[in-house]
């Protein structure tokens, strides 16, 4: 399983752009990236997935360079309910009658400021 | 569209007692996975199913830990004997197998397990 590489954590205030950075330099051809959001006392939730270059929802954007090897989480305009842990995960295609695992790394600590 | 459901919501035990946890996952997911979230810490694969099939549980303890998914839908984990390193949160996770998109898992609230 490719393994994960982010910052401990990140600082930020209201307004700003966030961007989060994973490190995923052995991730396979049919590996997909995704991202997800916990609040404390909460399960994780799925904000957005990406196989290559540029990934955007009502939420969030993912940019992936062309060697896959790393990819950058875009917060736009954080608010203080962004505050929370932020995981990227690099995982197997569940496509088809094959199955999917998805290994969790330590995450990003984003603290948004007044 | 209901998500995960997961029960008891929060549970304190003694050390060498034993405990279950139930999960109920998004209807019609094949796939069911157990993490288990230490403060402080990410997510940790314990056992995944497909269908009522176990597809991986080389991170679960398996002389305390045991997980059933009979009939391939809800699922129960368990825990006995009870240590006091098990405190820590259980979240269980369903994802449907539809065609080429990439494995996204909904997680439940979790169960809190304190053991003292």
């Known amino acids: 399983l490719a393994k994960t590489t982010q910052p401990i954590s990140m600082d930020s205030y209201e307004g700003q752009e966030v961007n989060i950075t994973c490190s995923h330099n052995?991730?396979?051809?049919?590996?997909?990236i995704t991202w997800y959001q916990q609040f404390p006392s909460q399960g994780p939730r799925f904000i957005i997935q990406?196989?290559?270059t540029k990934v955007t929802n009502e939420v969030a954007s993912l940019f992936i360079p062309a060697d896959r090897k790393s990819s950058t989480l875009s917060l736009p305009r954080v608010s203080l309910s962004d505050t929370a842990v932020y995981y990227c995960?690099?995982?197997?295609?569940?496509?088809?009658?094959?199955?999917?695992?998805?290994?969790f790394g330590q995450g990003t600590i984003l603290t948004v400021h007044p | 569209e209901a998500g995960v459901a997961q029960s008891p919501r929060y549970k304190i035990i003694e050390k060498r007692q034993s405990v279950a946890f139930w999960c109920n996952p998004i209807?019609?997911?094949?796939?069911l996975y157990w993490y288990q979230q230490i403060l402080g810490q990410g997510p940790k694969l314990l056992i995944q199913f497909q269908n009522n099939g176990v597809v991986d549980d080389s991170q679960l303890p398996k002389d305390r830990f045991s997980a059933e998914r009979l009939k391939g839908v809800d699922s129960t984990l368990k825990i006995q004997p009870a240590k006091l390193e098990d405190s820590a949160v259980y979240l269980c996770?369903?994802?449907?197998?539809?065609?080429?998109?990439?494995?996204?898992?909904?997680f439940g609230e979790g169960s809190w397990l304190t053991v003292v």
């Open positions: 209807s019609g997911h094949a796939t």
């Open positions: 990406g196989y290559k």
């Open positions: 052995n991730i396979a051809t049919n590996d997909y």
């Open positions: 996770a369903s994802s449907p197998l539809t065609g080429n998109s990439g494995n996204t898992i909904y």
């Open positions: 995960l690099v995982g197997f295609n569940a496509g088809g009658t094959s199955y999917g695992k998805l290994t």
